[in-house]
């Protein structure tokens, strides 16, 4: 299941639309081999080293084993369905504007993140996660929750590039969109040459343009003199 391309906000455009990793489905099938072996020996214990009672047990397992490996089977394949389900409805959205995280079959839960919020990203695999292309991405933001953790994303480093390429395309249609702004309002150009190239300056400190716009644009302000 995709993420709705309807909850796009006007002009937001859709850079990644990931599930977790096969690796989250680790546990389950851990369980169903433990199930199995558990299951097998069993039936292979020699009736000679067990005592009375284990004897006993034995002796019922054997009588209704095919009952028992039915009923484990099915545990286990019912546990394997809901994680697929949990898996199908969970998704790792980034977009040109956010971090989106959406989980939950009936009951949902979500998280978004603006990519101007997000001040750091890190990711972490260890060796057998690295070969299997797995692990965990965290993303440090300005606001309440600080750090948020997802697990079992695909190829961690390169999401994490990604985001980064996001946030700088969205810099730049951030600066463009006030640098037209700017330009547009009534009375900016009463403003001189001067106090324009100061406005620049404080748009360059808060990161709203580039070091290489405001030189270009400062030029062109000096050009007019």
């Known amino acids: 299941m995709a993420y709705p391309r309807e909850l796009l906000n006007e002009g937001e455009e859709l850079s990644l639309d990931l599930r977790p990793h096969w690796w989250y489905f680790a546990k389950n099938f851990l369980g169903g081999l ?3 072996v558990i299951l097998i020996g069993l039936a292979f214990v ?5 005592s009375s009672a284990t004897t006993d047990l034995l002796d019922v397992f054997n009588k209704y084993s095919m009952i028992l490996w039915f009923i484990g089977l099915l545990l286990w394949a019912l546990t394997v369905a809901s994680a697929y389900l949990k898996w ?35 990711f972490n695999q260890s060796i057998f996660e690295r070969i299997i292309g797995a692990g965990t991405l965290e993303v440090e933001s300005a606001g309440q929750d600080g750090q948020t ?16 390429r996001c946030m700088e395309m ?37 990161n709203v343009i580039t070091e290489a716009e405001f030189l270009d644009k400062k030029q062109r302000l000096l050009d007019q003199m």
């Open 34 to 36: 433990v199930l199995i």
């Open 46 to 50: 020699p009736d000679s080293s067990s």
């Open 88 to 122: 199908m409805f969970t998704l790792f959205v980034v977009t040109s504007d956010r971090i989106i995280y959406r989980s939950g079959i009936i009951a949902k839960r979500g998280t978004e993140i603006p990519l101007e919020s997000v001040n750091n990203i890190n």
């Open 149 to 164: 953790t997802f697990r079992d994303v695909r190829h961690p480093d390169a999401v994490q590039q990604e985001i980064y």
């Open 170 to 206: 969205n810099i730049k249609k951030t600066a463009s969109y006030t640098a037209t702004h700017m330009e547009n309002l009534p009375g900016n150009a009463a403003l001189s040459i001067p106090e324009q190239i100061e406005k620049l300056a404080q748009l360059r400190d808060q």
